[in-house]
Every structure is written in structure tokens, then in C-alpha cells.
């Protein structure tokens, strides 16, 4: 009879083994989705000198949004495909109805971002990464002496790149602290009509620095 358990223990262990390393996700591979809030800033580029006497060459704000990705994990390496939808709290002052940076009164809009990322492993819970791609982002013209936000409003296209760090949590879930600069480098306009200025070049800087929590798949 002992002799029997002793073998059922060891056969159990056997199946067991396998079924455990199977359920045991890689660190850093796979589909994952995220929740974004961090800081905003966007200003003037350094072609751009309205200098007046007042500080009106950025807007600052809370941006927060929502991203998902896809990474794969080679061998202490990790690179990626990643998307974003984000909004801001950004806009001109109430009483500031100067130019700012080149677009008048403004409130930052709606922003999207696809690109990609690569990075490397400091430990088996800590990824060091960098990134960049397309960005595109709106800005929504501020109305009179008030902050109603008017149809017409300014599209920029660019590119943006960054580097953070992000550390596994467990097998799922994830933390990241992130800095991104974007730079946009041509426009057009939509009007309240529904027709669409030609594209022209604008010159303006953002920085953001963010952090993320997120489930990977």
C-alpha cells in the first residue's frame, strides 16, 4: 500500500509540473490594455516669437486617456506595437485673449497615437524602454471671454518619442511611468461650415510625463 501512494504522489507531481509552467504567463508578452493620467504641457516650437509681456506661449493641464498594445518577449528583449486615445484639461487663460503660440485662444483636444517600442529587461520584473511614432492632435478654438469651445478647430499632425519604465506587477498586471516629447509640424483647419483649410506648417512643442496602470492578457 505505501508503495502504491508513494507512486500516486510522484505520478500527481509529474502532471502537476507541466500544467504549472504552462499556466505561468511570460513577463512582458502578449496583448495588454492600459488606463493614462499624467502631466501636459504644450507651448510654442523655437521658431515661434510672440514674446509680448505675458507668459501666453503654453497651456498646461491633466491629460488622461486610455491605451492598448502588443509585446513580445525575445530573450531579455522587448519590443512592441501600441496605440493611444487621450484628452486634456489644457486651455487658455479666461482673461488671456492673445495670440497664443500662433492659434489664438485654445483648448487642448482629443489626441491619437500609434507607434512602437523596444526596450530591454533590468531584472525579470522591470522593463527599460524607449518609443516613438505618428501623433495627431486637436485643438479646439476658445469662444469670446468665455470657455466654450467653438466647431472650428486646428489639426496637427507629427511625431513623438520617449523612453520610462514600466515593472510587472504579477503575472497580469503592470505599472509604467512614462516621458513623452511630440512635435507637430504641419495643420489644417475645420470650420464650423464643414470645409477644411489647406495644410500649412505650425511649429509646436509637447512634453508630457505620465503613468500607467494597466492587464496584460
Request: glycine share 14%; no cysteine; aromatic share 10%.
Amino acid at each position: 500500500m505505501r508503495k502504491l501512494m508513494v507512486a500516486t504522489l510522484l505520478a500527481g507531481g509529474a502532471v502537476a509540473a507541466p500544467a504549472l509552467a504552462q499556466d505561468a504567463t511570460p513577463t512582458f508578452t502578449g496583448p495588454r490594455v492600459e488606463a493614462i493620467l499624467g502631466y501636459d504641457h504644450t507651448g510654442a516650437g523655437s521658431s515661434i516669437d510672440n514674446d509680448n509681456g505675458s507668459d501666453d506661449q503654453k497651456i498646461d493641464g491633466l491629460l488622461y486617456g486610455v491605451g492598448a498594445g502588443y509585446d513580445v518577449n525575445v530573450g531579455g528583449a522587448v519590443v512592441g506595437v501600441e496605440g493611444e486615445f487621450t484628452d486634456s484639461t489644457a486651455k487658455s487663460s479666461r482673461n488671456d485673449f492673445t495670440d497664443q503660440f500662433g492659434y489664438g485662444r485654445v483648448k487642448q483636444g482629443r489626441d491619437l497615437y500609434i507607434g512602437a517600442r523596444a526596450g530591454i529587461l533590468a531584472d525579470p520584473s522591470t522593463l527599460i524602454y524607449v518609443k516613438g511614432g505618428y501623433t495627431n492632435t486637436k485643438l479646439g478654438v476658445l469662444a469670446g471671454d468665455t470657455n466654450q469651445v467653438t466647431d472650428t478647430s486646428f489639426k496637427l499632425d507629427g511625431w513623438r518619442v520617449g523612453g520610462g519604465v514600466e515593472r510587472a506587477l504579477n503575472a497580469n498586471t503592470f505599472a509604467k511611468i512614462e516621458y513623452r516629447y511630440s512635435k507637430y509640424d504641419s495643420a489644417h483647419i475645420d470650420f464650423m461650415d464643414g470645409s477644411t483649410s489647406s495644410e500649412f506648417d505650425v511649429d509646436t512643442d509637447r512634453h508630457q510625463v505620465v503613468a500607467s496602470v494597466g492587464w496584460r492578457f
